[in-house]
Nanobody, 114 residues
Framework: VQLQASGGGLVQAGRSPRLSCAGS????????RGWYRQAPGKQRELVAT???????NYANNVKDRFTISRDRAKNMMYLQMNSLKPEDTAVYYC?????????WGKGTQVTVSS
């Protein structure tokens, strides 16, 4: 399956863009969908996940600002980002996880200017 993230770019602090992730097909045995990010010089970190039964999990530094959602019929996943901060600058990756493997998209750059 191929994942394509979109919606990134240069945004001002305080803005509220939405990232989208389109999957090329459905995945059998999917356990969760997620967004991860990697800032320059740092390791990739979890941003948010949503499980197959719609339980969500957020990193502490985005909780109450970001919202993950999905449209299973369309093989889509979203990340609504509110009140962006310069420290949210990173490449954002979407992820699908099954019992046996992870699928990753190429990522979309989000740069937040102060």
């Amino acid at each position: 399956v191929q994942l394509q993230a979109s919606g990134g770019g240069l945004v001002q602090a305080g803005r509220s863009p939405r990232l989208s992730c389109a999957g090329s097909r459905s995945v059998f045995g999917l356990r969760s969908r997620g967004w991860y990010r990697q800032a320059p010089g740092k390791q990739r970190e979890l941003v948010a996940t949503i499980s197959s039964d719609a339980n969500t999990n957020y990193a502490n530094n985005v909780k109450d600002r970001f919202t993950i959602s999905r449209d299973r019929a369309k093989n889509m996943m979203y990340l609504q980002m509110n009140s962006l901060k310069p420290e949210d600058t990173a490449v954002y990756y979407c992820n699908l996880r099954t019992a046996s493997r992870d699928y990753w998209g190429k990522g979309t750059q989000v740069t937040v200017s102060s």
